[in-house]
């Protein structure tokens, strides 16, 4: 259980996984009654997700709310005790860890959080959110852990002289990279990166998201990136995997991920992204689901999805979406889909993105052009 | 009844004035240690039908705008010091406090971003839709009745009837905002000023509630204002585009111009700092240095100078005023042929704009940028 202090040594591996998620579930407890609790019930935040990260890759997690993207994560670090399931760092299972264990373990990964205000405590100074990690592993004297604040801050881009200054004396943008800075104290390999610019406004977003890019290069870092933007996502990620209630539909490449999409899900979700450009947004097509996502308590039987299913729809609703949750099955090479029918998707990023062969559907909607614009 | 109150509105006006017409527009926030300059000589106008959006970064003003349309300026600390709000002609800003309480809701209505706190939480549905209609028109309690499951039909809530007895919370967060549409379409206003209408929300329900909303308001000529932070969504839902800038609009003109030829630095900025899904692979962000001005200083020069990667000497002590792109004289300011306007000194080329930096040497860089403080 050596802990690999350079980050160069653990770029040398190559492409082995550094992270393997096997089946993870998350459920929290709901309970009745004051005097004496009855477990009523669980919320299945997350449901079944594997996946694996190699050394030095970035893997995008992505869903809207209360898919489960966040509590993976969390669990992944181990803030949340996992139901079932394993979670391996180089082979050894975090899930049964506890006590010194576990905390030396967690030098490996670090989390940057997405609301830069509520993640740094106002009463600590910049020196003292920096050098925590450092004190709580004991790493360092007194005057190497300044040094090493000192360093941390330029690295992310900040004076180091700022470092006696208080979180509120910082903008958004420079509150999280000071909690970049504190992600990266201990050299960890593994960053947990939970919505890191989605509090941010966007010409701030763009600096924090080049500054993990330059970082990933310098120090071989790899990422799990979770945000419910895909256009961030995309991005950033080399690979993508999509979660709908609790579990992952499809994972693939960023690439393939977005010229190839075979969820239904995942096709759904890229139209429904506004594109930046007049021009193409008259000229596109959109799936728009209808409802709400469904409770965690109480998931849809079979595939979670069917209920929102655009394809189901078309196929007729078939049995099967209802009676069997689909398995991820590989349909190309590293492109895994959990759709009985993802063979029909065809979401070519045309079809999805752009002008031409609409999705033939029901409930396919065409973007009405603005009135006033259509001649200019 | 509307009818009426329409006709006697457009009799009130010159047959070309727009519907709404904001002058010179200037807000600021008196706080027990500083004078917050919010708005700072703001002018736009809204023509009958029009959608119109007002896009910036948190703290450029773009809602205090809206709240002071609407005379909802936080007091005593908010207040109009300066400029006009004519709506049909009338100036909302100089209208007393029981005029402009007809005219809100009747006439101009908002629905928020998040519609929790603009919905009572201890009343159903059924009870604030129908104190809207009753508050301003003289109809039954069963009038009222069927006209809030009409509405709520209208917006796609499903079984509207038992719907009405329920409470916000029982809804979900894309259904709430149906709702507030609903409440804000009640009494079919002219304009519907729309903050951040869909920020809250998930992008797939972002797209029912998007489409919501252009079907009614196309469907009722309803004017919109749809303030936003997002390029994507005014790029998909609106005619012409303000983009302001701490307290100012730096580049205004129909949407189709303003993304197909950014002119200001500030937009040419904006649109490079977000990575697009239609993208091409690997693209570069190109990030604005620094942060937003400490705006409880009184605003000297360009605002957007010390993040400018196109400045010069002149940008730091003037600032510069909002003409069109290609100097022509009179600007058209509503409707297809609307002027595009800048308001810089230097601006990039649009070579340069398409790269999204200064290619040659150009502008002088003055100073260190970064600071926040």
């Known amino acids: ?376 | 009844m509307t009818q009426a109150n329409r006709l006697r509105a457009t009799a009130a006006r010159d047959a070309d004035a727009p519907l709404l017409s904001v002058r010179d527009l200037v807000v600021r926030f008196k706080t027990h240690d500083a004078t917050v300059h919010a708005v700072t000589g703001v002018s736009f106008d809204v023509a009958e039908g029009e959608t119109v959006g007002l896009v910036g970064e948190s703290g450029c003003g773009k809602s205090v705008t809206n709240l002071a349309i609407m005379r909802l300026l936080p007091k005593p600390a908010g207040r109009i010091e300066g400029g006009r709000v004519l709506l049909d002609g009338q100036d909302l800003a100089a209208m007393a406090e029981s005029e402009i309480r007809d005219i809100r809701g009747r006439d101009v209505a908002m629905i928020f971003q998040d519609p929790m706190p603009s919905l009572n939480p201890v009343l159903t549905i059924e009870e604030q839709l129908t104190e809207t209609l009753r508050a301003h028109r003289k109809i039954s309690a069963a009038d009222a009745r069927q006209r809030a499951i009409d509405l709520l039909v209208l917006v796609g809530i499903p079984n509207p009837e038992p719907r009405l007895r329920n409470f916000p919370h029982q809804f979900s967060g894309g259904m709430r905002q149906r709702v507030m549409i609903a409440m804000a379409l009640a009494l079919e206003p002219r304009l519907l000023i729309a903050d951040e209408p869909t920020t809250a929300l998930d992008v797939t329900i972002q797209a029912q509630v998007l489409e919501l909303i252009r079907d009614l308001t196309q469907k009722t000529g309803t004017a919109v204002i749809l303030i936003t932070h997002d390029l994507g969504v005014v790029a998909g839902m609106t005619q012409r585009v303000n983009v302001m800038y701490a307290g100012f609009i730096v580049e205004a003109g129909l949407t189709t111009d303003i993304f197909a030829k950014p002119s200001h630095p500030y937009t040419v900025g904006l649109l490079h700092s977000i990575p697009r899904i239609d993208g091409g692979e690997g693209e570069e962000l190109i990030p604005i240095e620094g942060a937003p001005p400490n705006q409880r200083l009184a605003p000297v020069g360009c605002p957007f100078a010390p993040r400018c990667a196109w400045r010069t000497d002149r940008c730091l002590t003037e600032n510069p005023v909002i003409v069109a792109v290609d100097g022509s004289g009179a600007a058209v300011l509503t409707g297809a042929a609307a002027t595009h306007r800048i308001a810089c000194h230097n601006p990039p080329t649009p070579a340069e704009a398409a790269a999204g930096r200064p290619l040659s040497g150009g502008a002088s860089r003055v100073g260190a940028t970064g600071d926040a403080r």
Not at chain 1, 51 to 75: D, H, N, P, Q, Y
Request: glycine letters at 8%; charged letters at 20%; aromatic letters at 4%.
């Open chain 1, 1 to 376: 259980m050596t802990h690999s202090i350079t980050p160069q040594a653990a770029t040398a591996a190559g492409t082995s996984p550094l992270l393997e998620v096997e089946d993870l579930a998350v459920w929290f407890p709901i309970t009745e009654g004051v005097v004496f609790e009855r477990h009523t019930g669980d919320v299945r935040a997350v449901d079944g997700v594997s996946f694996s990260i190699r050394r030095g890759e970035t893997l995008g997690l992505v869903g809207e709310s209360g898919c489960g993207k966040s509590t993976t994560g969390r669990a992944i670090v181990r803030l949340y005790k996992p139901t079932r399931g394993a979670i391996r760092i180089d082979g050894t299972d975090l899930a049964g860890l506890e006590g010194v264990e576990l905390r030396n373990m967690r030098r490996r990964m670090q989390m940057v959080f997405q609301d830069p205000y509520a993640s740094l405590d106002p009463r600590m100074n910049v020196a003292s959110i920096v050098a925590e990690p450092l004190e709580i592993h004991g790493v360092g004297t007194g005057s190497e852990r300044r040094e090493r604040v000192g360093e941390l801050l330029s690295t992310v881009g900040l004076d180091p002289s700022h470092a006696v200054r208080y979180p509120h004396e910082f903008s958004g943008g420079q509150r999280q990279r000071i909690g970049v800075a504190r992600a990266l104290a201990l050299q960890p390999d593994l960053i947990v990166a939970d919505e890191p610019v989605s509090a941010l406004d966007v010409s701030i977003q763009a600096q924090i998201i080049n500054l993990l890019g330059r970082l990933q290069d310098s120090f071989g870092l790899t990422y799990l990136f979770i945000a419910h933007d895909l256009s961030v996502v995309r991005h950033v990620s080399d690979r993508i995997a999509v979660m709908y209630l609790g579990r992952i539909v499809e994972l693939a490449t960023a690439k393939e991920l977005h010229d190839r999409p075979l969820h239904p899900y995942t096709v759904a979700l890229l139209s429904a992204i506004p594109i930046p450009d007049p021009v193409r947004e008259v000229s596109r097509r959109r799936i728009i689901l209808q409802g709400d996502v469904p409770s965690p308590v109480n998931p849809p039987s079979g595939c979670h999805f069917h209920t929102r299913c655009w394809l189901r729809e078309r196929l007729g609703n078939p049995e099967q979406c209802v009676a069997e949750a689909p398995m991820p099955r590989d349909l190309a090479a590293g492109h895994q889909v959990a759709c009985h029918f993802a063979e029909k998707t065809d979401g070519s990023a045309e079809q999805v993105l752009s002008i031409g062969r609409p999705v033939p559907s029901a409930s396919t909607a065409p973007v009405a052009p603005p009135p006033t614009t259509a001649g200019a």
